[in-house]
């Protein structure tokens, strides 16, 4: 299993070796703006190398919306981060599931992203794997709840999307982890990606608050058995650094491999 972490987007090699990582995840651009992601000095370096590559498109992207304002740049700011991660070699480009607005019917988020990646094909396709990731809040989200991602998966599941499932998202957006992989992969098939984080904040809480493994208010071991069910590749994005992440990687090492596994 391929254990990593969300690093910082300036070395994101060196940080995988200051971890021991086998993986990284960054940002190509500013998570918060706007603007189109540019050619890496390092794209050759990234594609060569060992450890495996993701990139998680910028946090304002919201092609579910019906504000089209939003929706349109979101659209083709996806399909630019999609190009920009295909040429660095990386395996999935990581997207929330966004939102509508208060009062709109929630199938027009659901038919929006289905033209979203209809937008995307006219445009000669993503070129990678596009990760829909579930997120902890907004009672309008598209992928907070498992109604509403089997709502979303009727949608996009022609397509050649994936899925991210986040732990923390899932504990704070309401869902119960315990056989949580077998209930997502009822709806999507597949599981591409585990973000594992614990949660600062409670149950339902709706509120996206990273803690390290061993810290928050779910029970590490029952993260273990959700990393060790999905089978999937592992990114932490939790706090402390360095540090903190490099304890969260070897736990999670040591946790899954049977030999040496703290009973």
């Known amino acids: 299993m391929r254990i990593g972490a969300h690093v910082d987007p300036t070395d994101p090699l060196a940080e995988a070796t200051a971890r021991a990582a086998d993986a990284v995840q960054f940002f190509l651009a500013d998570p918060q703006g706007w603007k189109a992601p540019q050619p890496r000095d390092d794209a050759e370096r990234l594609r060569t190398a060992e450890v495996d590559v993701y990139v998680h498109a910028p946090?304002?992207?919201?092609?579910?919306?019906?504000?089209?304002?939003?929706r349109i740049p979101s659209r083709k700011?996806?399909?630019?981060?999609?190009?920009?991660?295909?040429?660095?070699?990386?395996?999935?480009?990581?997207?929330?599931?966004?939102?509508?607005?208060?009062?709109?019917?929630?199938?027009?988020?659901?038919?929006?992203?289905?033209?979203?990646?209809?937008?995307?094909?006219?445009?000669?396709?993503?070129?990678?794997?596009?990760?829909?990731?579930?997120?902890?809040?907004?009672?309008?989200?598209?992928?907070?709840?498992?109604?509403?991602?089997?709502?979303?998966?009727?949608?996009?599941?022609?397509?050649?999307?994936?899925?991210?499932?986040?732990?923390?998202?899932?504990?704070?957006?309401?869902?119960?982890?315990?056989?949580?992989?077998?209930?997502?992969?009822?709806?999507?098939?597949?599981?591409?990606?585990?973000?594992?984080?614990?949660?600062?904040d409670g149950f339902g809480s709706g509120r996206d608050r990273h803690d390290n493994l061993r810290g928050g208010t779910i029970d590490p071991q029952l993260l273990v058995a959700v990393i060790r069910a999905a089978g999937a590749p592992v990114i932490v994005e939790t706090p402390g650094g360095t540090t903190g992440q490099s304890e969260d990687i070897a736990f999670l090492r040591t946790q899954l491999d049977p030999e040496t596994a703290v009973r």
Not at 59 to 70: E, Q
Not at 124 to 132: A, C, M
Request: a negative charge; charged letters at 20%; aromatic letters at 6%.
């Open 77 to 200: 700011l996806l399909l630019a981060h999609a190009k920009a991660a295909t040429a660095i070699g990386a395996k999935g480009l990581v997207v929330h599931g966004g939102h509508v607005n208060a009062g709109d019917d929630p199938q027009t988020g659901f038919d929006n992203w289905r033209k979203a990646l209809a937008y995307a094909q006219e445009g000669g396709g993503f070129g990678l794997p596009v990760l829909i990731e579930n997120t902890a809040g907004g009672e309008n989200a598209c992928a907070r709840r498992l109604d509403a991602l089997a709502r979303l998966w009727d949608a996009v599941g022609d397509h050649e999307v994936g899925f991210c499932l986040d732990t923390c998202h899932a504990h704070a957006g309401g869902e119960e982890l315990l056989d949580l992989v077998d209930r997502v992969k009822a709806i999507t098939g597949r599981i591409d990606l585990v973000h594992a984080n614990n949660s600062k």
């Open 59 to 70: 946090y304002v992207i919201n092609v579910a919306t019906g504000n089209n304002r939003i």
